[in-house]
């Protein structure tokens, strides 16, 4: 049994959901996500209130019921309030960029790493921190992890991308004898 799948999702008002044969629509202020969705959930609206269930008593089902539970209720938030992930870049000459939908990362590597934003985020740079921001948190989180996999922090220096917030444990150096 699922505990997160158990519980009704409640939909703010100015939120608006569609369910089609194999996929759940959600429309608000933010923007419109889509998902697609296994034949073994069955979601449904009723009164303001999204439920899920498991359509039989499989196996498969049990595991996928609060999978879709969750994926609604990140749906439904992401559409009201964007979700926002900041990365710090740190380091000596470490920099970032942004020209239109292109971000350029100066990492100390011997040439610039360009990445393209998804055109479903937005992507602002503030001094040392990026900050990623979108309705779909699967996307946040994905492109929050490809910048940050570019130079992740070693742990010497401290050097590289790292989330806000995020705890580097520092090595020890090399001892000098005495």
């Keep these: 049994m699922s505990r997160t799948g158990k519980k009704s999702i409640t939909v703010p008002a100015g939120t608006e959901i569609k369910i ?13 996500l889509t998902k697609s969705v296994h034949p073994a959930v069955k979601i449904a609206v009723e009164n303001n209130e999204v439920t899920v ?24 938030s992401g559409v009201n309030t964007p979700f926002i992930k900041k990365l710090q870049v740190e380091g000596i000459g470490f920099r ?12 100390g ?5 360009n990445l393209t934003v998804p055109e479903n985020l937005t992507v602002a740079i503030e001094k040392n921190i990026i900050t990623v921001s979108g309705a779909d948190k699967e ?3 994905e492109f929050s992890a490809t910048i940050r996999a570019t130079k992740k922090p070693e742990p010497y220096k401290g050097k590289g991308i790292r989330y806000e917030g995020e705890v580097v444990r520092m090595k020890a150096g090399k001892k000098v004898a005495a």
Excluded: D
Excluded at 20 to 32: H, P, Q, R
Excluded at 96 to 107: D, I, M, N, P, R
């Design 20 to 32: 089609g044969v194999a996929e759940v629509t959600v429309k608000g202020k933010g923007g419109t």
């Design 53 to 76: 269930t498991p359509a039989n008593n499989s196996r498969l089902a049990k595991a996928l019921w609060g999978t879709y539970a969750a994926h609604m209720r990140n749906m439904i």
């Design 96 to 107: 970032a960029e942004l020209s239109g939908k292109a971000l350029k990362l100066t990492v």
């Design 109 to 113: 590597f011997s040439h610039p790493v």
């Design 139 to 141: 996307a946040v989180g």
